[in-house]
């Protein structure tokens, strides 16, 4: 464990070992003393440091190019600290707990309220450049990286929820895409039916933070529900949009019209097994997932798959990742640096990691200004109709107005138990009413703690 000579970082460490001495210190502190800060893009900030890092999950190799590039344009090497996905609010927090120096970390929305709640988070606001930053952000990104006023991140990428179809068994199947949810289910009895399919669709039902929950949060809400009430009550009960969604649902594992390996997969394991080219449909899934199914090196039915929109008024999802100020810093000017690197703009002033994941791995940007520029239209059209899935995000809305507990830190765990509860439904170890039933409690039981 290193030293502490942060005071704020110190107390925030103790309050998420349960002092309540330090919680209430640390509450009226307010922000860490601001220290002269560089002005624009290009200054150097006045302090020195000989070491940074970033804690992260793993996405090939975009952080060891990001540290490089660091490195050579301010002389300031970084360390990485990268786990995977599932497993990295466990790792951060057990760092956080530890008192190891974290400069700059990154968060999915279901975990960022925690993170914020525990300390971990060090607002942003009055930082060079925040406003314009603030000013160019997509409406997902403010309702993610603004809480109660302040500026807490930047954005990592945003991602719309879509359905992908593959057009060769839906010819073969003499069918055309689905417009409504009767008609996509008689479609998959008659593939399976026709010999065309053995189990016509994939869905995205792995366990993990959006996979799985993602799924029955996009169809339900096209369906006209939500999870929560105005007031935060679970609308999870008899009649509800949510519990008849799951019924429906779970009805393709009963005929064994779903693939099997829909329990396993998550976002990039579902395109991958997609490209087996076994099945007619995969979905709701993150639209990115056509970067796999469509990129020639990676699937052997690329340039056969196409991107559907949902039924009825094609209302859907959508969701940003952000990255962070720790207040574990070693130097918050530089580390202010750095979250720019990975969140916004480079030394010359460009949204360099936004483009380019925009480019190599069909990534939303949190920022207006790149969604609308000639770059998503250009990169995007090797794997996807642009102008289909442009379409599809302007009818996106925000996962966390669809699922009002992701504002809340008990969300984490009642997502835990809704995996396990909706897995045991979709095999039939419950049905729709009982596993309904037990995420309400569940509800109550989270907010326990």
């Known amino acids: 464990m290193r030293d502490l000579p942060n005071t704020k970082y110190d107390l925030s460490r103790r309050r998420l070992l349960g002092s309540a001495a330090g919680a209430a210190t640390l509450a009226g502190m307010g922000g860490l003393a601001r220290s002269p800060l560089a002005a624009t ?55 956080f707990a530890s008192g190891d120096y974290i400069d700059v970390s990154q968060s999915s929305p279901f975990s960022f309220p925690n993170f914020i709640q525990q300390g971990l988070v060090e607002p942003l606001d009055g930082l060079p450049g925040i406003e314009e930053y603030v000013a160019d952000f997509s409406p997902f990104t403010k309702q993610v990286a603004v809480q109660n006023g302040q500026v807490m991140g930047l954005p990592y990428f945003s991602a719309i929820w879509v359905w992908n179809y593959y057009e060769d068994l839906l010819e073969q199947a003499g069918l055309e895409p689905f417009q409504d949810y009767d008609e996509l289910i008689e479609q998959l009895r008659k593939a399976k039916k026709d010999g065309v399919s053995q189990h016509p669709i994939l869905w995205v039902a792995g366990v993990g933070l959006e996979q ?5 949060y996009s169809l339900t809400w096209n369906r006209g529900g939500t999870f929560f009430e105005p007031d935060g009550t679970p609308a999870l009960g008899p009649g509800s949009v949510a519990r008849e969604t799951l019924r429906w649902w779970a009805k393709t594992f009963e005929e064994e019209l779903a693939d099997p390996e829909s329990l396993k ?65 070693r130097d918050r000017d530089w580390a202010w640096k750095l979250l720019q690197y990975l969140g916004g703009r480079t030394k010359d002033g460009e949204y360099t ?27 995007w059209a090797q794997w996807g109709d642009v102008d289909a899935i442009l379409d599809m995000w302007g009818k996106a809305t925000y996962l966390g107005e669809v699922v009002s507990s992701v504002n809340e830190p008990w ?28 995420l309400t409690a569940a509800v109550d039981e989270a907010k326990r703690g």
């Open 212 to 216: 799985l929950p993602g799924t029955w």
């Open 265 to 329: 997969v998550q976002f990039t394991s579902s395109a991958k097994a997609f490209s087996a080219g076994k099945n007619l449909y995969r979905g709701p899934n993150h639209h990115y997932g056509l970067s796999i199914v469509n990129d020639p090196e990676q699937s052997p039915i690329a340039g056969r798959v196409k991107v559907h929109g949902f039924p009825g008024d094609g209302r859907t999802i959508g969701v940003t990742h952000v990255y962070f100020l720790s207040t574990g810093t």
């Open 353 to 379: 990691q936004a483009v380019n994941l925009a480019k190599d791995a069909m990534l939303g940007s949190g920022y207006q200004s790149v969604m609308e520029s000639d770059i998503i239209r250009e990169s």
């Open 41 to 95: 893009w290009a200054d150097r900030p006045p302090s020195e440091v000989d070491l940074l890092n970033f804690v992260v999950w793993t996405y090939g190799d975009i952080y060891s190019q990001l540290a490089t590039r660091f490195e050579e344009d301010w002389g300031v090497p970084v360390e990485s600290v990268i786990s995977s996905f599932n497993d990295h609010p466990a790792k951060l927090m057990t760092m």
């Open 411 to 438: 969300h984490f765990p009642w997502t835990d138990r809704l995996n396990i509860e909706v897995q045991n439904c979709l095999t039939g170890q419950i049905d729709a009413d009982q596993c309904c039933d037990i």
